[in-house]
């Protein structure tokens, strides 16, 4: 259980990170539902947690803007004394071939996906220190592992974030602090509903389960990883996708 632990999770107003936020909620943990645009979303995810008797507040932030993000996390900590869970959902994507990619959609992605990560990170990782006790959860992706043509920018934001988890879990590992990722596969969210059944069936062919993930598969996965079960697991990387990326 993550009875009254203080958890951020970003861009959890919808998809995967609206899961992960419920799931932790579940677990007895009070979530920050961090959000960019998106307040009635954020806010109906607050409420679902509230139904089922959980604790949680929906704070907006653009976690790419450094700035903005330190004044997010020295806020939540203020108010609640600490950070027991930090997991970075937000992620966005440009796709397009290489040759064609614009420097505008290659720095946008990098700036949310990687920075804003590290932006975070950094926040948290002072308190958590002085705590000597953290879990930090990064979501990354099969992309950042496999590599997919049409999403360099994406694939290096997620492979950079890869990069990013070790570096920390060995920068904080003393202090009892834990820094892993999650690599999803193909998960079923709107992103994913709006392929044609053919793509769908053909990415499904690549999966040796033969089929898309659903959001509480990832989402217990963070549940697992951010509780006391998985105290000895640093640095790794563990891909939730069916099979994909072995
Ligand atoms: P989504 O697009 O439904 O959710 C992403 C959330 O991040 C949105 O709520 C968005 O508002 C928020 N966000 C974007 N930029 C932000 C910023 N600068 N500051 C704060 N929030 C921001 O996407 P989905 O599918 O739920 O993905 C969640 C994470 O999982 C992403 O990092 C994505 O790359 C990753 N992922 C998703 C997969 C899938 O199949 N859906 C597969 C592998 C990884």
Redesign the pocket.
Known sequence: MLTNRIAVV?????????QIALTLAREGAVVIV?????KE?ADEVVAEIERAGGKAEAVS????DFKEAEAFLSDVIKKYGRIDILVN?????RDNLLMKMSEADFDAVID??LK?AFNCMKHVSRQMLKQKSGRIIN?????GVMGNAGQAN?CAS?AGIIGLTKSAARELASRKITVNAI?????Q????DALSDAVKEGIAAQIPMRQ?GQ?ED?AEAVAFLASDRANYITGQVICVDGGMAM
């Open positions: 970003t861009g959890a107003s919808r998809g995967i990170g609206r961090n959000y960019r645009g998106s979303k932030c653009n976690v790419s959902n937000a992620g966005i994507t949310t996906n804003g979501i990354s992706s099969v992309s994406y997620k690599a999803p596969g193909f998960i969210t709107d992103m994913t898309f959001t990832v």
